[in-house]
């Protein structure tokens, strides 16, 4: 066990765990941000996006040792205008199903937007694709990530 | 306001006695009535009511069916509020706790959800419980304005009387608490309806929690000193645990006990990360002794074999093998099923607390009476001293649900081997869920048919599967002449006139345990009828859509959803980019029927689906976009499915751990879905399974059409990994 000091959503966390422990877990059982899910442990389906540095990375694949002083933003923390613009467009579409996969096609979504304003459904494959839903909510995804970026347009 | 803010107004609300509360009693002759249900009393919430109305008008539905994105929250709210005349953003709904005398599924006669039945069984009984809700609220209001109750109205969650006065329900639901509840309220016809089957009105009550991160999953329990629990299981199925050594597991730091349970190993940890890194470094001697060892070659050999054999008779008509000999061309075709995984997004879990002599649980339970009675009986208590409570769940697909109640056992076991007083949360891995068995039975369908004349003269369908109820508590309920009917539905009544035909059935026995999978005996048998059928038109020389009508004189409601989506695709005429095709399979399931049109190309790897038209008749539509919505998600999974999914075994040990090689469909897989809901007065049914059933057939027609056949064993894209 070590103490780290983990910098999520603004705040510094205090965390005693193993220096492996994937840094999904410590935001999680650690710092008690329950938004950003486990699915599948391996970097496969991308229920556990986060940002590190305002880049998504799987957290439950990447060691809490090596964040470092980074920041981290989860569910939680997403207040960034393409956040709140895919947010409002998934309950605008009712996307969610059963919901769990939904924290991580969120911020997969918010940072394509981020880097491009108006994906085409190309741009939204690639973005997208490490992101399973295994509910199928792929069609609704899509037309949500079309409509926040229009809503973002003006 | 969240669902989970509603529960603790409520709780005030029932504590202060300030507010309307409506139970519905069901008689012994299933008429249901209204009453006033007494005070809370004891811990649970509200055990007794399906409705509470709080002083700020908030109406919160109890829902007696678990949400794991099939939409029950939204549904039962839809027609409470229906009856009641509420306004649509005053809704809310939360899961109920255990209570079957209360919140029994009509068509289970036990609390639980499955066979897409949340719905049609909930249709008039929540209608009423609205429409209860509202006489007395009238009432309540009548008393105090001192008018006849007649000359009251509803509307949008307003009470009004023509002299002026008005209120809301908030105002009135202390008082109508005192109101005798009528014994048999009044339903809307409808064509009154305002919400039933109405575009745009009703969004889902799960949404904004889902999107924001605050859905609370069994997975995000966290409760003070809370034990994380991860067990070590036999990689093969059937195995036990010989000896152990957890000298290096309880060395890691985090860990509090290593106890053995009837599953395995369990090891006791603050904390996920430390509870697996120890449950992997447990020294375990299995002892394989009654452990399935047949692999996946061996099962499809054996199936192959006994396939090639009559099976027991499950329905006979004509004579299939007089029409053989008669003569004409013998078509035969033999299908090749998976066993597949239902590898929800949240892997299985559970919370419980054991005090000893009472004891409280909650997780994503889909089955909470049988569920509720398995932990009393593991704890040694009776079920009135246990609470059990369903949260919403990160899918289920049908695994939530187990005939042996395996997760609530093996939840109280690991509750009862390190003692009282402990809050734990069970947390089977990915690889856990995976691997841990409870699959879509591996099976195998043997189809001749015999076509004279441009006319299917005959057809017979051979099955080989395991028995999904064989010794589960379920077995005399769901078995008939020792045949398991989840094996053949669909096969033994297709919706096509043939003379001579029959379906008959070898119920094989494998250790491997097996469940429902979302439409259950229709995920194969669906392919296997509506592929075949293709085939025997297909050398009939008849078109696809007019040779299934054709053949569809009984059975207006699958030839009506066939016309509708032969319109809507405009299958007559459609032009179609070169290396193209279609085709279409219908399939009724759950007595919901659905007819799916697809367009596909062949790629390297296999076809890729462009774009899917669905026409769907499930009787009264009560929300028509989650029903949309369902049918998207029910095409998706099925599609990811018939293309790479299989969980193999090699000498009865399952080898697809994660989903880097058990594949599932991604975004950029996803085909354009048009989806049109047949109108119908029929009762309502259900859309949760409905929607996959055709797809995989309808792909295989396609391909045929392309000339490259249909697939006879799936999934189609062999050995794939993501």
């Known amino acids: ?154 | 306001m969240t669902i989970h803010e509603a529960t603790l107004s409520r709780r005030s609300l029932l504590k202060a006695g300030a507010g309307l509360a409506i139970g519905v009693y069901i008689a012994g002759g299933g008429k249901a009535f209204a009453q006033a249900a007494p005070a809370a009393s004891g811990v649970n919430i509200a055990p007794n009511t399906f409705l509470t109305i709080d002083a700020d008008n908030t109406v919160t539905v109890l829902c007696k069916h678990i949400e794991f994105g099939q939409g029950p929250l939204t549904g039962m709210a839809t027609l409470v509020a229906e009856e009641l005349d509420a306004d649509w953003s005053q809704m809310r709904a939360d899961h109920a706790p255990s209570n079957p005398a209360l919140f029994k599924n009509l068509a289970f006669g036990v609390q639980g959800t499955g066979g897409s039945s949340a719905i049609a069984n909930s249709y008039e009984q929540m209608r009423k419980v609205g429409a209860a809700a509202r006489a007395m609220l009238v009432s309540a209001a009548a008393e105090q304005w001192k008018v006849p109750a007649l000359e009251i109205t509803v509307n949008a969650g307003v009470i009004r009387h023509p002299s002026g006065k008005e209120g809301r329900f908030g105002a009135f639901a202390a008082a109508a608490m005192r109101q005798p509840a009528p014994a048999d309220p009044k339903l809307k016809d409808p064509s009154q309806f305002k919400l039933i089957g109405k575009e745009g009105v009703v969004k889902r009550l799960d949404s904004a929690i889902k999107s924001n991160g605050t859905a609370e999953f069994t997975l995000d329990i966290n409760e003070p000193d809370m034990l994380t629990v991860v067990i070590a299981r036999s990689p093969k199925f059937g195995g036990t645990v010989a000896s152990f050594d957890a000298a290096a597991a309880r060395a890691v730091a985090g860990v509090v006990d290593v106890k053995q349970v009837q599953t395995g190993v369990a090891v006791y940890a603050k904390g996920f990360w430390p509870a697996k890194t120890a449950r992997d470094r447990l020294k375990i001697t299995w002892d394989d002794g009654k452990a399935e060892t047949r692999g996946t070659p061996q099962l499809l050999s054996e199936f192959r074999s006994l396939s090639k054999t009559p099976g027991k008779t499950v329905r006979q008509e004509g004579d299939v093998e007089a029409a053989v000999a008669r003569g004409g061309r013998l078509i035969e075709a033999e299908y090749v099923f998976p066993y597949l995984a239902h590898a929800a997004m949240e892997p299985l879990n559970g919370f419980i607390k054991w005090e000893g002599a009472t004891a409280s649980a909650r997780f994503g339970c889909q089955f909470p009476t049988p569920d509720h009675a398995a932990i009393a009986k593991v704890l040694g208590i009776g079920i009135d001293k246990v609470q059990l409570q369903t949260i919403l769940a990160g899918g289920s697909f049908g695994r939530r649900a187990q005939q042996t109640m395996h997760v609530a056992v093996e939840l109280a076991e690991v509750a009862k081997a390190i003692g009282p007083g402990k809050a734990i949360k069970l947390v089977w891995t990915r690889e856990d869920d995976m691997l841990g068995g409870y699959y879509r039975p591996f099976s195998i369908h043997r189809m001749r048919g015999v076509v004279r004349d441009g006319k299917i003269e005959a057809w017979s369908d051979t099955i080989v599967c395991q028995s999904i109820m064989k010794g589960s508590p379920f077995e005399a309920m769901s078995m008939k002449d020792g045949l398991d009917s989840t094996a053949y539905e669909g096969s033994h009544e297709i919706p096509y006139e043939v003379a001579n035909f029959r379906c008959d059935l070898h119920q094989a026995d494998v250790g491997v345990p097996v469940l429902w999978w979302r439409s259950v005996g229709h995920t194969h048998t669906g392919y296997a009828v509506e592929a075949f059928v293709d085939e025997l038109l297909e050398a009939a020389g008849k078109d696809p859509v007019e040779g299934r009508l054709a053949l569809m004189g009984r059975k207006p409601r699958h030839a009506g959803v066939l016309r509708a989506v032969a319109e809507r695709a405009d299958w007559k005429n459609a032009k179609l980019a070169p290396g193209r095709a279609r085709g279409v399979a219908v399939v009724e399931s759950f007595n919901t029927f659905v007819a799916q049109v697809v367009e596909l190309s062949m790629e390297k790897e296999g076809p890729r689906v462009h774009k899917v038209w669905c026409a769907v008749d499930c009787g009264v539509a009560v929300n028509p976009d989650i029903i949309r919505a369902q049918i998207e998600g029910g095409i998706g999974f099925a599609l990811g499915h018939i293309l790479y999914a299989e969980q193999p075994l090699d000498a009865g040990r399952p080898l697809a751990a994660n989903f880097n090689t058990y594949r599932s469909l991604r975004i950029d897989e996803m085909p354009e879905v048009d989806v049109t809901i047949v109108a119908s007065t029929e009762k309502p049914s259900g859309v949760g399974e409905p929607g996959v059933p055709p797809l995989g057939p309808a792909v295989a027609n396609a391909m045929a059409r392309l000339g490259v056949g249909r697939p006879r064993q799936l999934p189609i894209v062999r050995g794939a990994s993501a």
């Open chain 1, 1 to 154: 066990m070590a103490a780290f000091t983990l910098k999520i959503n603004g705040q510094n966390h205090s965390v005693d765990v193993d220096p492996d422990t994937p840094l999904l877990w410590a935001i999680r059982d650690g710092a008690g941000l329950m938004g950003t899910k486990y699915g599948c442990g391996v970097a496969q389906c991308g229920a556990c996006t986060v940002y590190l540095d305002g880049q998504t990375v799987r957290s439950c694949a990447l060691p809490v040792s090596a964040v470092g002083k980074s920041e981290v933003i989860t569910i939680e923390g997403l207040d960034s205008k393409e956040g709140k613009a895919v947010q409002t467009a998934w309950v605008a579409l009712d996307v969610p199903q059963c919901g769990y996969c939904q924290s991580g096609q969120i911020m997969s979504a918010a940072a394509l937007l981020g880097i491009n304003p108006q994906p085409t459904d190309r741009d939204i494959d690639l973005a997208m694709n490490g992101n399973i839903c295994r509910c199928a909510t792929y069609v609704r995804i899509r037309a949500a990530i079309h409509g926040a970026a229009k809503s973002l347009e003006g």
